[in-house]
């Protein structure tokens, strides 16, 4: 009886979750059609808007902007930066794209090869999945390109997804590979280092 009413609990969770998630999607492809994400200085003053709750829908912005591949994520670590400064900044966009990155790896999980050819042209995604199928340096090309800048990283948390990697060695190369490109770009657009 415990155990039922866990999964039934579990459900109830997750329905909501994908319902709030869901209206988070309608309402920030709304503001990027009505041109909110289009600059640096466009998504400022739409965050801005937000007031108090600010870091909250950038930390938003960011995890969506890497489920829906047309935000621009740069554009977000900019205004964290500039917004909250380094340390702000940095937290907003590690946290919203490590959370963005485990959603993308879950979608693709859960519903498969298919989400991921209708998202990446068919032939870039067979290249792509022939060499990973060959590869044994796989996952430390994945970690390599968490932390380099302009890796596609949106791809490949997709991609990583219909591989056999485990949930937990995905969610570590995240957690270990992320925070240094956001950091040194915290760094950077808040004026901390200049270069």
């Not at 709030?20 to 309402?27: A, E, K, P, W």
């Not at 400064?85 to 907003?92: A, K, L, Q």
Request: with cysteine; glycine share 10%.
């Amino acid at each position: 009886m415990r155990r039922k009413r866990i999964e039934e609990w579990g459900k109830g969770m997750t329905g909501m979750l994908l319902f709030i998630c869901l209206v988070l999607c309608v309402l920030l492809f709304k503001a990027y059609l009505d041109g909110k994400f289009h600059s640096v200085e466009t998504l400022r003053e739409y965050v801005a808007g937000f007031g108090i709750m600010a870091p909250l829908v950038l930390t938003a912005i960011q995890a969506a902007q890497v489920v829906l591949p047309v935000l621009p994520g740069f554009f977000g670590c900019i205004v964290g930066a500039v917004m909250f400064g380094w340390m702000g900044g940095f937290w907003c966009n590690y946290i919203g794209i490590s959370l963005g990155s485990l959603a993308a790896f879950l979608l693709a999980r859960r519903y498969g090869q298919g989400l991921v050819t209708h998202l990446f042209p068919g032939e870039r995604y067979q290249k792509w999945a022939n060499w990973a199928a060959k590869s044994k340096s796989y996952t430390t090309i994945l970690l390599l390109g968490m932390i380099l800048p302009l890796f596609p990283d949106d791809y490949f948390c997709y991609f990583t997804g219909v591989t056999n990697m485990s949930t937990r060695k995905f969610t570590t190369i995240i957690i270990l590979g992320k925070p240094w490109c956001i950091l040194a770009y915290s760094l950077i657009f808040s004026g901390v280092i200049t270069i």
